[in-house]
């Protein structure tokens, strides 16, 4: 998977384009969707369920708390914007890669 197409590095940390699909039967890493990264989450798109299970996904992925990921677009679209701190590209390369946990 081409991570590089939809991850944008930055001084603090990365951005994440990414593209959920809600009420899924499993929370998992599916491949690209376009420029952005696709993710199946369980939880449904409802008082900002799907988004909460999404940050506390990638934050367990990549091994870092949870208060440093942060949704900063996308809170009502499918398409959003996510911020991890203190990542790089070659820190979540791997971690997103492999195997959903």
Known sequence: MELARCVIE??????????????ASKTEIVGLHGEALKIRITSPP????????????LA?????????????SGVSSRQKRVFIAGKTLADIGAALTKSPS
Not at 10 to 23: L, M
Not at 60 to 72: A, D, T
Request: hydrophobic residues 35%.
């Open 60 to 72: 367990r992925q990549v091994g870092v708390p949870q208060q440093y990921v942060q949704l900063i």
């Open 10 to 23: 930055r001084s603090e940390g990365i951005e994440i384009r990414i593209y959920i699909q809600p009420q």
């Open 46 to 57: 409802v008082d900002g369920q799907a988004n909460a299970e999404l940050c506390r996904y």
